[in-house]
């Protein structure tokens, strides 16, 4: 300890720690109080609308409740509050679906579209600062570790005075990550907190995802520290020490990123949006026509063993519709099913990539848990989808139970439409999230770091 306490004292009064860690704290209190001034902005702005779109639903004019499922309405996924820190796929994949009779509506209100130039630089979140800015401010605090000291001489003196290698080493790698877990660990853990503090969160059990998301994050942090010590270990000068972090540092989070992604596409191809879309206008155009139409209306009054509409004990158009709507949802199932499984399986590949960099393990691993992970958003879409089938299920079941016909005209109104609940999203709890991959990567990438920081300490020349 008291060797420990020893370098940290040295470190801390090193000028290199106080600039590099005022910029970090600076760059990430900026994105992070830009994108919590946003989420308060949305969060304010989809209650609003929520309001007014409940209200809608509510005061429509009394109608056929056929018609009012075509009138429909809007409804909003709550962003994640940890989305403050890494927005994951939010900004992408779209917030709010359009609720309507016989259609699977799109997600829609992109973040992206509006998109600053320095989010477009890929610097726009506390995430992005960490995964690709934090390895290189840890790489000049540890690059100059042992070789600084081996130019100078020094280290010959401190190896001939009786310091073991492995003791030197593991103390200096104890201040530095002390000093990180001040100025990135206590950042994040202190301003995400408040900030969470203060977004209505209602099951995303926040506190239970942003420990780890922080721990995370200090242990992809350490992975490169021990990656520029173990360079510093072997190298025999500080200059060379540093030039093979820094391309250390191009390979691992620049480069790599960009091969997985290739790699992943040619190994796990996503099926094609567009010939999704097609195969379900195709199935539904064959069920739409008006011979097949005709052949299901004979199949119901044969059913009921009665040879016109108006003997029928229900609404034959509403049972018609309702069996149609089964139909169309037995489509989307199978379709839209497939599509979503084709980029789980992507999400699920560039996991396993992690091999390749620690960015990449720490992509999906953060992701997960601050919830903005892509498998997040597929829950929204479909229980979105399966609150508007629980509306058409509803006005189909009120036309069916109401028969029309002659003079016989049924017409909804309030006491109907307040039948319908508002849509209330239940996230996808954190011990149903799937990071055991990224998680057990990450660990790995430690290991093998450290078990080569090991391996260059008992070679340690002076």
Not at 88 to 93: A, M
Not at 270 to 282: F, N, P, V
Not at 407 to 420: I, M, S
């Amino acid at each position: 300890m008291r060797l420990v306490r020893a370098e940290l004292g040295q470190l801390l009064r090193d000028a290199r720690l106080r600039w590099i860690g005022a910029v970090l704290v600076i760059l990430l209190s900026v994105a992070l109080v830009g994108a919590w001034r946003q989420a308060a902005r949305d969060a304010d702005a989809v209650q609003r609308i929520t309001q007014a779109e409940r209200g809608r639903w509510l005061g429509q004019d009394a109608k056929n409740p056929h018609a009012a499922d075509h009138y429909g309405l809007w409804v909003f996924k709550p962003s994640a509050p940890l989305a403050i820190l890494d927005p994951g796929v939010e900004p992408y994949t779209g917030r709010m679906v359009r609720i309507e009779a016989h259609l699977f509506n799109d997600a829609v209100f992109r973040a992206v579209q509006d998109a600053n130039p320095l989010t477009r630089a890929g610097l726009g979140s506390v995430a992005d600062i960490v995964q690709l800015i934090v390895p290189l401010a840890v790489i000049l605090l540890g690059f100059s570790a042992f070789a600084a000291d081996r130019e100078r001489g020094t280290l010959r003196l401190a190896l001939g005075n009786g310091a073991a290698p492995g003791r030197l080493f593991t103390a200096r790698l104890a201040a530095l990550l002390s000093a990180l877990a001040l100025v990135i660990g206590a950042p994040l853990l202190v301003l995400g907190g408040l900030a969470a503090a203060n977004l209505d969160a209602p099951g995303w059990e926040v506190w239970p995802r942003l420990v780890p998301w922080v721990a995370a994050q200090l242990a992809y942090a350490a992975a490169f520290l021990i990656l520029a010590m173990t360079l510093s270990l072997t190298a025999r000068t500080a200059r060379a020490a540093l030039a093979a972090s820094l391309l250390a540092w191009v390979l691992l989070c620049v480069a790599a990123p960009r091969l997985a992604t290739v790699g992943v596409e040619a190994a796990a191809p996503a099926l094609s949006y567009r010939d999704t879309r097609a195969r379900i206008d195709g199935a539904v155009r064959g069920h739409r026509t008006a011979e097949a139409s005709d052949e299901r209306a004979k199949a119901i009054l044969a059913r009921y063993g009665v040879t016109a509409p108006d003997a029928l004990p229900v609404d034959l158009r509403g049972l018609m519709s309702s069996e149609n709507e089964q139909h169309y949802f037995a489509v989307f199932d199978a379709a839209f099913g497939a599509f979503f499984d084709s980029l789980l399986r992507q999400e699920r590949a560039y996991a396993w990539a992690g091999l390749l960099s620690p960015r990449i393990a720490l992509q999906a691993l953060s992701a997960t848990l601050a919830g903005t992970d892509f498998p997040q958003h597929v829950r929204f879409v479909w229980a979105a989808e399966h609150y508007r089938r629980g509306i058409s299920e509803r006005m189909n079941r009120a036309i069916i139970d109401n028969p029309q016909g002659g003079e016989r005209r049924y017409t909804a109104g309030h006491d109907l439409w307040e039948t319908v609940p508002p849509f209330d999203y239940v996230p996808m709890p954190l011990a149903g999230a799937t990071f055991a991959v990224p998680f057990a990567i990450l660990a790995a990438w430690l290991a093998v770091l450290g078990g080569a920081a090991a391996l260059a300490i008992r070679r340690l020349k002076p």
